[in-house]
């Protein structure tokens, strides 16, 4: 749509033609777009994953056994109730000549066809068991890898290479052709982060509402020169377009919460949970925001933690740390009901979002 208006030769002596030229406007227009498209798709969709798939999601026999009672033949892949939407919303509202937007749309849709590939081997083979986690993990390094030289490409002399460190107005860790390492871990890690938090209805995909909507703010003031130089922050010129495509991806969280509210009408499986942490560590690597996104997705970091501790404190000592991991699961365990843990970790979400922020202005 920003494309088609901006053909027009007499633009400009219109009110309404020059509102496409604030992304403001683009943005909230995403978000409603996105929305739209989420609530017209969504029925349909739904009722053709449940006709290919019949009993729906595998569900693991480790896990609590009361999901295997509640959440049996609930259909998965519903991430495609957040992708369809989001690139749709992103492809209208966006300016594609914006090469930012177009590698984290590339990041975005190869991690989705990633994860619909390992959620229809799961359905296919009636298994938990998706595709191999070492290909699994070598395709996800290699996106991100590719991604982030990408990124870095774009960048200006005195950015490139660099991790910005919050808190410190001028701080920047120089790490030169390596940082194509630090972005694949930055891209990799938020991508499997937020698949390990996809466990309960609703657990995932309200943080990563939370956490797109603080990095339209943080895409916002870092591509504004005045605002970045107000706040002290490191100008990066074109990544302020993200705050488009990370609008579009509200508005297709809230169209599939829509669906997904407890009890679930679908799961978003990796198709949709890989491609959103993949696409909020993206964002965050063209930001020069890399730390900051562990600190406002600090939830999703506390799950893959939870994760890596109860693995190795296995494999070291024999004992488990937690009664089940992900943590949320543990709670799951001492009792908890499901709708308690998923208000108190959205709440958690908030208020590390809210922390997140204060970098901004803390220099």
Do not use: C
Not at 317 to 329: E, L, N, S
């Amino acid at each position: 749509m920003f494309q088609f208006l901006s053909l027009l030769h007499h633009a400009d002596q219109f009110a309404l033609f020059r509102l496409f030229k604030y992304l403001s406007f683009r943005s909230g227009g995403a978000v409603l777009t996105a929305l739209l498209v989420a609530f017209v798709i969504g029925p349909a969709l739904i009722r053709w994953l449940k006709q290919k798939q019949g009993k729906g999601q595998p569900i693991r026999s480790d896990g609590p056994q009361r999901h295997i009672v509640e959440k049996q033949g609930t259909p998965t892949m519903g991430g495609l109730l957040i992708l369809i939407p989001a690139v749709v919303a992103t492809l209208l509202w966006a300016d594609l000549s914006n090469a930012y937007v177009w590698i984290v749309l590339l990041v975005t849709v190869s991690y989705g066809l990633l994860g619909f590939a390992d959620d229809y081997r799961k359905v296919s083979k009636r298994s938990s068991d998706g595709v191999s986690g070492r290909l699994r993990l070598v395709a996800e390094f290699a996106i991100a890898f590719i991604a982030t030289w990408l990124l870095m490409r774009l960048e200006t002399p005195d950015l490139k290479g660099m991790l910005a460190v919050p808190f410190l107005k001028s701080a920047l860790i120089p790490f030169g052709i390596f940082f194509i390492l630090v972005g694949g871990v930055v891209i990799a890690g938020a991508a499997n982060a937020v698949n390990f938090t996809d466990g309960l209805d609703g657990l995932a995909i309200v943080p990563v509402m939370i956490a797109a909507s603080t990095f339209v703010l943080i895409a916002y003031l870092v591509g504004n020169v005045r605002f970045a130089d107000y706040l002290q922050l490191h100008y990066v010129a074109g990544t302020g377009e993200l705050t488009v495509f990370l609008a579009a991806l509200v508005g297709a969280g809230l169209g599939f919460l829509w669906y997904n509210a407890p009890p679930a009408m679908v799961f978003m499986g990796d198709t949709g949970s890989l491609p959103l942490g993949g696409a909020l560590g993206a964002v965050a690597v063209a930001v020069k925001h890399e730390i900051v996104l562990a600190i406002v997705g600090g939830l999703f970091v506390l799950e893959t933690v939870s994760v890596i501790v109860q693995v190795v404190s296995f494999k070291l000592t024999g004992k488990r740390v937690f009664r089940m991991a992900p943590i949320h699961h543990h709670f799951e365990q001492l009792g908890w009901q499901e709708p308690t843990i998923v208000i108190r970790f959205w709440i958690v979400a908030v208020v590390l979002a809210l922390i997140g922020l204060s970098t901004l202005k803390l220099r």
